[in-house]
């Protein structure tokens, strides 16, 4: 019996691919800010999903609210400085199942319900 070989999934040459502009202001942002740390903390993991998984992604994973919350934080869009879908868009499960569960905003805003549609598969 042959096992099926599971996918690859090839992450960018990098954590985070941007400019020094955007590096300057991202060091801007993290000093100037005030507030709870894990906040920030996941501003910052936002920002690395995003260029890794696509921007489209965030959306699966948070509400457009707290993207646009870590967005501000930031100082940067991150569909200024990400893909839409990245290298490894396909390791979440929503992503995949769009084609055959719905469209990408009826997933998003729960209007066809996707089990685990946040959840990253190998």
Not at 60 to 88: A, C, W
Not at 98 to 111: D, F, H, L
Request: hydrophobic share 35%; charged share 25%.
């Amino acid at each position: 019996m042959s096992k099926t070989k599971e996918p690859e999934f090839d992450p960018l040459p990098n954590l985070l691919i941007i400019d020094s502009d955007t590096e300057k202001l991202l060091c801007k942002s993290i000093s100037s800010y005030n507030g709870q740390l894990d906040v920030l903390e996941s501003a910052l993991g936002s920002l690395i999903i995003s260029q890794q998984f696509g921007s489209k992604v965030l959306f699966m994973v948070h509400s457009r609210t707290t993207v646009n919350k870590y967005q501000k934080i930031l100082g940067l869009k991150f569909s200024d400085i990400s893909e839409p879908i990245g290298p490894l868009a396909m390791k979440c499960r929503g992503m995949r199942l769009i084609k055959t569960a719905g469209s990408y905003w009826e997933i998003v805003k729960n209007k066809v319900k996707v089990e685990r549609k946040n959840h990253a598969d190998k």
